[in-house]
């Protein structure tokens, strides 16, 4: 429950504000550059869950992750992600990762604007109704 209210909170954040100008944590400076150093072509707009979940990337994922274990509170907490950028959580567009592998994608996202056009998205969606 706590990871789907999690969920839901980033989820209408985003979809409010500008993404890029958005700061998750003092720290999104540094994870988004520990981030792309360590998966620097890693696609993000839409995962394939076998790149965050395969014991090959749970090897390659593991030190970066614990890079951010005394910095990152509940680094290892699962948290919802969703795997298609453009739409909203749901029980096909999510799975479960660690707190700091969602930090890590969301922060790119937020950053390199895949999180942008939500806002435009939802703005569209309530004028409609």
Not at 34 to 59: N, Q, T
């Amino acid at each position: 429950m706590k990871s789907y209210h999690h969920a839901e909170t980033y989820f209408n954040l985003i979809s409010s504000v500008d993404p890029t100008a958005l700061k998750l944590t003092k720290m999104d400076d540094e994870i988004y550059e520990e981030f792309r150093k360590d998966f620097p072509d890693l696609k993000i707009d839409v995962i394939k869950e076998d790149e965050l979940k395969s014991a090959e990337a749970k090897e390659k994922w593991r030190p970066l992750i614990n890079r951010f274990e005394k910095t990152i509170e509940d680094f290892n907490f699962g948290t919802l992600l969703r795997i298609d950028c453009t739409k909203d959580y749901s029980e096909e567009n999510s799975i479960l990762v660690v707190r700091a592998q969602f930090l890590a994608i969301e922060v790119a996202r937020n950053r390199e604007g895949y999180n942008s056009p939500l806002r435009f998205k939802k703005k569209e969606n309530s004028e409609q109704t």
